[in-house]
């Protein structure tokens, strides 16, 4: 069973950007279908005024690091490349959470 956490704000689409997220909600995907497990708070990593905290993606990685994929509408170059240097894989999606996962779970993506 693979396990994804989703940057989602309303618990229904993939509509959250990465640095903006102040929660990812977690799945775990069977072969045919998922489960929801927990929704996990976080702070969100992007601040106006300070810019990106290195120290703010470490503690996202920590926080989802039982997690096979990170699922984000949105994720700058910068940010991607420092969780993708740290063996997360994030993928850029958008629509319902619910036709995502059954698209990756159709694919095996994860």
């Known amino acids: 069973m693979a396990k994804v ?19 990812f909600r977690v ?3 069977g072969e045919e279908d998922y489960v929801f497990t927990e929704v996990r ?25 039982d997690c096979d994929a990170l699922l984000v509408q ?9 969780l993708i240097e740290r063996g997360v894989r994030v ?3 958008s629509g319902s959470i619910d036709g995502v996962l059954k ?6 993506i994860v």
């Open 41 to 65: 708070d976080a702070v969100a990593v992007c601040q106006q005024r300070l810019g990106h905290d290195t120290t703010r993606f470490d503690k996202i990685i920590e926080l989802l690091s």
């Open 5 to 23: 956490a989703v940057a989602t704000g309303d618990g229904f689409t993939v509509n959250e950007h990465f640095g903006h997220a102040k929660f």
């Open 103 to 108: 698209k990756f779970i159709a694919d095996r």
């Open 91 to 93: 993928f850029e999606v």
């Open 74 to 82: 949105k994720i700058g170059e910068g940010a991607a490349a420092y």
């Open 27 to 29: 799945y775990e995907l």
